[in-house]
């Protein structure tokens, strides 16, 4: 390769990065923004921490240093400075790496675990992360709450779905006395890891999106997450009175799988009417109109 288009490229690529970083801004990210800041966006060793590598390997990315970049850590950096599609494909083309389309990239959890989640149908069911974000689910779970994959990959969270999501208050039965049980809970969960900036980020977002939401989080309570009874009210396949039973992967229980079982026979036969739902066809807020403020 010619020496100085290689050259070029690296510092197209660099100025890019810096571009995206110096518009991102401490709130986007769950920072504090108490500290003067020269220059607008993110420091470099906030990016760096935020992408799990280091602050000297960042500044060379940035500098435009002959270094070896791999696609996991270029994903990690575009997650953090919010990049959207065109941004990524731009950043991965600077990179001379191969951007996987969005509908082929990685699966978010394994392949047994998508086995897991076949297997149980038409019980609706769902893989949760660490900070309650959606990282599978089949096809029932869909067809009663919505294809969230369609959703920007920070609003595929079930804790922002069940306050931002007006579908929810009509799906679940007693919403406005399930809010405070949930928000207990995640109140428990995020006490593992305070400090984590995803949940300070996931915390106001959710609150720019819901005014009940930010009401009971100023509550602080607590419950722990034990399995509840929900009624689920769904306009094709009725009322389904289900235990959600819910069990841990991995040693650390960090990563949940949620699986909503039938309390009786009708629920099972209205579970079982969710094999003709398309979860396309479910309106989802168009989330990626909103932005924090």
């Known amino acids: ?12 690529l660099g100025e890019f990065i810096r571009s995206r970083r110096e518009r991102t801004t401490p709130e986007m990210v769950g920072l504090p923004d108490g500290l003067r800041r020269r ?32 696609t996991q850590v270029l994903g990690a950096v575009a997650r953090v400075l919010r990049m959207d599609d065109a941004e990524r494909q731009h950043l991965f083309t600077l990179a001379e790496l191969n951007e996987p389309h969005p509908a082929t990239r990685e699966p978010k959890v394994g392949r047994a675990v998508e086995l897991m989640l076949s297997q149980v ?8 992360g660490p900070r309650w974000e959606i990282l599978a689910s089949n096809h029932s779970y869909m067809a009663m709450f919505g294809d969230y994959r369609s959703l920007p ?3 595929q969270n079930s804790l922002l779905l069940f306050f931002a999501n ?11 006395e399930t809010a405070p049980r949930l928000v207990a809970k995640m109140r428990v969960a995020m006490a593992a890891d305070v400090a984590d900036p995803g949940w300070q980020r996931l915390v106001k977002l959710v ?21 509840v009874l929900k009624t689920l009210r769904h306009d094709e396949a009725g009322t389904i009175r289900a235990e959600v039973v819910h069990s841990y992967l991995g040693d650390q229980r960090k990563v949940r799988f949620s699986v909503y079982t039938p309390m009786d026979d009708d629920a099972q036969r209205a579970m079982e009417k969710l094999a003709s739902v398309t979860p396309e066809e479910i309106v989802l807020p168009k989330f990626q109109e909103l932005a924090l403020v």
């Open 207 to 227: 609150e720019a999106h819901s005014p009940e939401f930010a009401e009971i989080w100023r509550r602080q309570e607590v419950a722990s997450l034990d399995g």
């Open 39 to 70: 220059t607008p966006g993110l420091r470099r060793e906030e990016v760096a921490m935020l992408s799990g590598i280091g602050v000297t390997w960042y500044t060379w990315l940035e500098q435009g240093r002959p270094i070896n970049v791999s």
């Open 166 to 176: 007006p579908r929810m208050r009509t799906i679940i039965g007693g919403w406005a």
């Open 153 to 155: 990959d920070e609003y």
């Open 1 to 12: 390769m010619n020496q100085g288009r290689e050259e070029q490229r690296r510092q197209a």
């Open 121 to 128: 149908d038409p019980y609706p069911a769902v893989v949760v």
